[in-house]
């Protein structure tokens, strides 16, 4: 896919003008990954609601200090429609996750994104088909 040249100018305008609070901001980032993470230090009620929507195997390694945390922001709000697409999409996220492991990160793995796309398309494409046959 091309970029226009008037988009790709005020993309690089815009990484020019950020670059420096980018590369610290990217600087404290490697730093907390290599802390690792620090849920002992939290109190019981931060931790209770840091865990409250994790399944039993979540809440364990969670609670061990062993593995990250993945949040979860959607803008999608599957109360507007009566499809609701995305509805799985979540769970999709935290069980590729925990598939992969601690050690992977899917936002610099490259080709993370592209098989999670591809995930959720034949998801979406198995979901049509359902409600083609009633089922959903």
């Known amino acids: ?4 040249r008037e988009i790709a100018a005020i993309t690089a305008r815009i990484a020019g003008r950020s670059r420096k609070n980018r590369e610290a901001y990217l600087a404290r980032v490697d730093a907390a990954i290599g ?11 931060n931790l209770a609601h840091g865990f409250a929507a994790c399944g039993p195997v979540d ?4 609670a061990a200090d062993r ?3 993945l949040g979860i922001v959607t803008s999608y709000n599957d109360m507007l429609s009566a499809h609701q697409p995305f509805e799985t999409y979540p769970q999709t996220i935290k069980l590729a996750a925990r598939e992969a492991g601690p050690a992977t990160d ?7 994104c592209a098989a999670y796309a591809a995930a959720a398309a034949a998801g979406l ?5 359902e409600e083609e046959e009633g089922g959903g």
Not at 1 to 4: G, H, I, N, S, Y
Not at 35 to 45: A, D, K, Y
Not at 106 to 112: E, S
Not at 125 to 129: H, K, P, Q
């Open 1 to 4: 896919m091309t970029v226009r």
């Open 35 to 45: 802390e690792g993470p620090h849920r002992t230090v939290l109190s019981c009620g």
């Open 59 to 62: 809440k364990a390694l969670l």
């Open 67 to 69: 593995v990250p945390n």
């Open 106 to 112: 899917p936002f610099i793995d490259p080709g993370a």
């Open 125 to 129: 494409v198995r979901r049509i088909a």
